[in-house]
């Protein structure tokens, strides 16, 4: 059996055919960058979600969850600094009239990292170093810092309408509920708090399927610590999103860690990983874990004059805690599972396109195939039996059996079942796995315990 054909075309062409991801907005010609996710990719975005809530948040003891809002107080973002820095370099070639982000240019061409050099110095380089760029001649325009954040407004009455942003991340929302959840659990440094939800980025340069998008999925963590103890928590954060991220069965060989050096640390920041996939593009960041000081506490108690503080019980001063924030984004992560579980092998001479993912993340474990419809009714007992034990079924009666294997080993479905006339009488049925294709015959009554 051989690898092949893993490109980036074939697999979203899959995607797409077989249910997981469309176009947003199709019949009005789309929405550029835009993708809605299918029955079998939200299935997916589910599970990848309650593995994170649990291994993030209930399995650590000091870790507690919030769900906080899109919209928030616009001075949220001036104290972040989301308002005066939170920004790309726009460059446009006035010869074709394609926009670029300078950066990504500097870097590509010279392989050194871009936040070393400053913005009057990178339309330098643009200008006198980039003639020919994407197929054509450049005349470059001057560089434009573009808000990354998206605007809208508040309220009915025109004259007092307020400009109001979508959040950008998730982990401001936390930042100012500090007190109000340390209150009111009563929780002792050092603890964490986690939301999932909706980030919004008006990105330059979209693209990369469900890569970079503008409206995305995060789940954060901010873990508040003493500072002291803060390089320990980072390294144990680090380790942690690795063996999550192996865990949802990415393989290890696709995934590395890649750690920031001094120029591309954010002023505030101690020290940030990232944990990158191989995507069929490149090295792209899923995670990244960063060490964010103080800065933020620190920062909103500045502007919203309330303190933000934890009263040490050990010696009765006030302080503000380090924070450790692991964060991840759903759609990259998802992503990165169907790449590396996108096989096409050959068998007997004929394609078989097969999802090998993590039984636990398959949209089904479970595929129920009666033989002939005649003998749905029998078999749509053990699909409500299934379905009631909380194991993930689907049913599916049309087709040759050759044929809805192909169809289940294609969505990623682990086992298949198939309810022959012989089960009438047996009370047998043969069950098949994805990954090896072999098949076995066991008890009807045994279906739960051979799955679990
Ligand atoms: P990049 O350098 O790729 O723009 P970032 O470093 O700005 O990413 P963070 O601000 O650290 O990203 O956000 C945390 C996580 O959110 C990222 O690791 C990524 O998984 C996800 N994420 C960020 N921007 C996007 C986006 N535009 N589309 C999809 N996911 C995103």
């Known amino acids: 059996m051989e690898n092949t054909k893993k490109d980036m075309k074939n697999?979203?062409?899959?995607?797409?055919?077989?249910?997981?991801?469309?176009?947003?907005?199709?019949?009005?010609?789309?929405?550029?960058?835009?993708?809605?996710?299918?029955?079998?990719?939200?299935?997916?975005?589910?599970?990848?979600?309650?593995?994170?809530?649990k291994s993030f948040i209930s399995l650590e003891i000091n870790n507690v969850g919030l769900d906080s809002k899109i919209l928030l107080n616009p001075k949220i973002w001036e104290a972040s600094g989301h308002i005066s820095n939170f920004s790309d370099p726009l460059i446009e070639n006035k010869v074709n009239h394609k926009r670029y982000r300078a950066d990504h240019i500097y870097e590509e061409i010279t392989k050194k990292n871009s936040a070393d050099i400053n913005i009057r110095d990178l339309e330098h380089f643009m200008k006198n170093e980039v003639k020919e760029y994407d197929g054509s001649k450049t005349d470059w325009t001057e560089i434009k810092q573009f808000n990354l954040m998206f605007e809208t407004f508040q309220g009915v009455v025109e004259s007092n309408k307020q400009s109001i942003y979508l959040r950008p991340e998730t982990a401001q929302g936390i930042f100012v509920n500090f007190n109000n959840?340390?209150?009111?659990?009563?929780?002792?440094?050092?603890?964490?708090?986690?939301?999932?939800?909706?980030?919004?980025?008006?990105?330059?340069?979209?693209?990369?399927?469900?890569?970079?998008?503008?409206?995305?999925?995060?789940?954060?963590?901010?873990?508040?610590?003493?500072?002291?103890?803060?390089?320990?928590?980072?390294?144990?954060?680090?380790?942690?999103?690795?063996?999550?991220?192996?865990?949802?069965?990415?393989?290890?060989?696709?995934?590395?860690?890649?750690?920031?050096?001094?120029?591309?640390?954010?002023?505030?920041?101690?020290?940030?990983?990232?944990?990158?996939?191989?995507?069929?593009?490149?090295?792209?960041?899923?995670?990244?874990?960063?060490?964010?000081?103080?800065?933020?506490?620190?920062?909103?108690?500045?502007?919203?004059?309330?303190?933000?503080?934890?009263?040490?019980?050990?010696?009765?001063?006030?302080?503000?805690?380090?924070?450790?924030?692991?964060?991840?984004?759903?759609?990259?992560?998802?992503?990165?599972?169907?790449?590396?579980?996108?096989?096409?092998?050959?068998?007997?001479?004929?394609?078989?396109?097969?999802?090998?993912?993590?039984?636990?993340?398959?949209?089904?474990?479970?595929?129920?195939?009666?033989?002939?419809?005649?003998?749905?009714?029998?078999?749509?007992?053990?699909?409500?039996?299934?379905?009631?034990?909380?194991?993930?079924?689907?049913?599916?009666?049309?087709?040759?059996?050759?044929k809805r294997y192909r169809r289940q080993d294609s969505i990623g479905t682990y086992y298949s079942i198939t309810f022959d006339y012989d089960s009438l009488d047996d009370k047998k049925i043969t069950i098949r796995n994805r990954d090896t294709m072999e098949q076995e015959r066991i008890l009807i009554s045994e279906i739960k315990e051979y799955i679990k």
Do not use: C
């Open 11 to 53: 697999i979203v062409n899959h995607l797409k055919n077989s249910g997981f991801v469309f176009q947003s907005s199709e019949i009005y010609g789309g929405l550029s960058n835009t993708w809605d996710y299918g029955p079998l990719g939200i299935s997916i975005i589910n599970k990848i979600k309650r593995a994170w809530w």
């Open 181 to 402: 959840i340390q209150r009111s659990l009563r929780l002792k440094l050092p603890f964490g708090v986690g939301q999932i939800g909706k980030s919004f980025r008006n990105e330059v340069t979209p693209g990369n399927f469900i890569f970079r998008t503008r409206e995305f999925e995060q789940m954060e963590l901010e873990f508040f610590t003493f500072p002291e103890q803060s390089l320990e928590d980072y390294n144990y954060y680090v380790n942690k999103s690795y063996q999550f991220i192996v865990s949802l069965g990415i393989k290890k060989e696709s995934l590395k860690i890649r750690v920031h050096n001094e120029e591309e640390l954010a002023h505030y920041s101690g020290a940030t990983s990232d944990i990158e996939f191989l995507y069929p593009f490149g090295w792209g960041e899923i995670m990244g874990i960063s060490h964010r000081g103080n800065y933020d506490l620190t920062s909103h108690n500045k502007y919203s004059n309330i303190k933000l503080q934890y009263l040490d019980p050990s010696n009765n001063n006030f302080m503000v805690p380090t924070v450790i924030e692991p964060s991840v984004g759903v759609d990259r992560l998802l992503l990165a599972i169907l790449v590396d579980s996108y096989n096409v092998e050959n068998i007997e001479n004929s394609e078989r396109i097969v999802l090998k993912i993590d039984k636990n993340l398959a949209p089904y474990k479970v595929a129920i195939l009666p033989l002939v419809k005649k003998l749905s009714k029998e078999s749509l007992e053990i699909y409500y039996k299934l379905i009631e034990n909380d194991i993930d079924a689907t049913f599916d009666e049309t087709g040759s059996i050759g």
